[in-house]
């Protein structure tokens, strides 16, 4: 669960025998108050339980929820990065984070915890 003003976001989990991927949304500054079920077009990540979804905050990806790692169907554990963002005209749409080769690629995980922190660059490293 993931809050993404004015919304309450839940992705994927687990339909009590397979792990999920939709994306649900809650407006709560607006009544009459219900989940609404998003449909998001393009390329979307695979189902998956046991994630970790944090809000960032600065940047380019300001107001993009991302999501990594978690469990598939197959017990898995994945080390994938996916951003969920919602535009102006309100559709809502998934990007892939890019895989930088020259870095280690990060762990597959699961059970984890996420938060996203901001540090603004120095001028020494301009």
Request: hydrophobic letters at 35%; a positive charge; glycine letters at 8%.
């Amino acid at each position: 669960l993931t809050y993404c003003k004015p919304f309450l976001v839940v992705f994927g989990g687990n339909t009590g025998s397979e792990p999920a991927n939709d994306v649900w949304i809650l407006n709560i500054g607006k009544a009459p108050f219900a989940w609404n079920k998003v449909e998001c077009k393009g390329e979307v990540p695979e189902s998956r339980v046991y994630h970790s979804a944090a809000l960032c905050q600065t940047g380019r990806a300001q107001n993009m929820i991302v999501i990594f790692g978690g469990r598939n169907q197959k017990q898995v554990a994945l080390n994938d990065t996916w951003g969920l963002r919602r535009h102006t005209d309100g559709r809502w749409d998934w990007v892939r984070a890019p895989q930088r080769l020259d870095k280690e690629i990060q762990t597959a995980r699961f059970s984890h915890t996420s938060c996203l922190l901001y540090t603004s660059p120095s001028p020494r490293d301009s």
